[in-house]
């Protein structure tokens, strides 16, 4: 465990790396040292989330194999000293302004109408089919970053037809952050992606991905190669890094204004969902969440737009004594507004029933900010199952 606890900041403490089975009293004396001292190899602080990882990753390795303690150094009274100073150092970094946390950033409506009118996605060559059904699936199932993506087999899905129309899903029951197995938490969110016809369905373009797949090659994501090469995907499955990185190159093909990553997918479908009227309950049901709180989470900024008018607002109350109205709340009745398309109002659909994007000649306008509904109150990001 070197790596966390370096062998020179052991010495220099007088501190014996082997930590695992130290007494909590002398391993809460080694934790209150080392979170209030550690830095990154460059000396520069560690970001609220790097800490908080290096925490985790210390209690997870003394409750696993082989060590399998029974204590909890995130809430035992024990560690409470310790943990004092990591919320100390915390503080002190935010107040030198060495904060810079970033959450995952849902992608803005701009952006998105950017990257559909980029010519990013398509049928006709391996990678844009490639890219579109991967971003399809990761969206419209609210899919978490990389998780799961490498495990994924051609057959993975069963296309099915009911009145509601044509949808795809999974054959079985994925293990997951918030559902990994066992006889607790097992209602597993049953999620749907439908068919809406036309060139850029992506029930369609599934069909026609997997028909193109390699038959040697079980994998969803197979390494895309030219037509000249011998048919659109080699046998072999794409590498862990390059899926990682989908989103991320992406966005530079489509010019979008920042590197997104793979879990901001899953971010904007929430946020899209939130700002659009339904409530928290029907949204984990396509997230999966266990709670509420971890929905809500996402929804701790407020749009562009919104701010915007809320600038102006401000903005009149130091000309005249009119103030500009605050944009009205959405109806949890009305639908919600496609990333792709304008804002319009009618029965909501079922809760797993996510239309797919019309082509990208139908882009337009982003809906107008009196559409945008205010952001809900932010929650606080402990024991969140994001």
């Known amino acids: 465990m070197s790596s966390i606890f370096p062998p ?41 989330n790097g800490l908080a990882g290096l925490r985790s990753a210390i209690h997870r390795h003394i409750t696993s194999a082989p060590w399998h303690r029974k204590i909890n150094i995130l ?46 996605f398509g049928l006709e060559t391996a990678q844009k089919l490639q890219d579109w059904v991967w971003f399809s699936l ?16 051609k057959d993975s899905f069963q296309f099915v037809h009911n009145r509601e129309g044509e949808y795809v899903q999974l054959k079985y029951n994925e293990a997951s952050k918030n559902h990994p197995g066992g006889f607790k938490n097992t209602n597993d969110p049953q999620k749907k992606m439908f068919s809406t016809g036309g060139p850029m369905c992506p029930v369609n373009a599934l069909k ?39 989103m991320s190159r992406i966005s530079l093909l489509a010019g979008l204004s920042k ?30 969440h266990r709670n509420v709180a971890s929905v809500m989470s996402y929804c701790r900024d407020t749009t562009d737009q919104v ?18 109205s605050p944009p009205p709340r959405p109806s949890v009745t009305s639908r919600h507004p496609h990333p792709f398309a304008p804002h319009t109002i009618s029965a909501p659909p079922a809760a797993s029933a996510i239309s797919a994007p019309p082509a990208a000649s139908a882009i337009s306008a982003p809906p107008a900010a009196s ?16």
């Not at 037509?227 to 862990?240: E, Q, R, V």
């Not at 109150?377 to 402990?382: C, F, G, H, I, Q």
């Open 371 to 386: 559409a945008i509904s205010a952001p809900p109150v932010p929650t606080t990001s402990a024991n969140l199952d994001l």
């Open 259 to 288: 590197r997104y990553t793979n879990h901001c997918l899953r971010a904007t479908c929430i946020t899209t969902l939130m700002r659009s009227g339904y409530d928290p309950i029907t949204v984990t049901r396509l997230s999966g």
């Open 138 to 153: 990761q969206f419209y199932l609210c899919r978490r970053g990389c998780e799961g993506v490498r495990e994924l087999k």
């Open 8 to 48: 020179e900041w052991c010495v220099r403490r007088d501190l014996s790396p082997d930590f695992e089975e130290f007494p909590a009293d002398k391993l809460s004396e080694m934790l209150r040292k080392f979170y209030g001292e550690v830095r990154k190899v460059d000396g520069q602080t560690y970001s609220r």
């Open 75 to 120: 809430q035992d009274a024990e560690f409470k000293a310790a943990n004092n100073v990591l919320i100390g150092t915390l503080k002190l970094n935010k107040r030198a302004g060495l904060d810079n946390t970033k959450s995952f950033a849902d992608i803005s409506q701009e952006d998105m109408q950017r990257l559909m009118a980029s010519g990013v």
């Open 307 to 324: 701010k915007r008018h809320m600038g102006s607002t401000l903005t009149s109350s130091l000309s005249s004594q009119h103030v500009t």
């Open 208 to 246: 026609v991905y997997i028909q193109k797949l390699h038959p040697d090659c079980d994998a969803l994501y197979q390494r895309p190669q030219t037509p000249n090469d011998g048919g659109w995907y080699a046998p072999f499955p794409l590498g862990i890094k390059k899926l990682q990185g989908m």
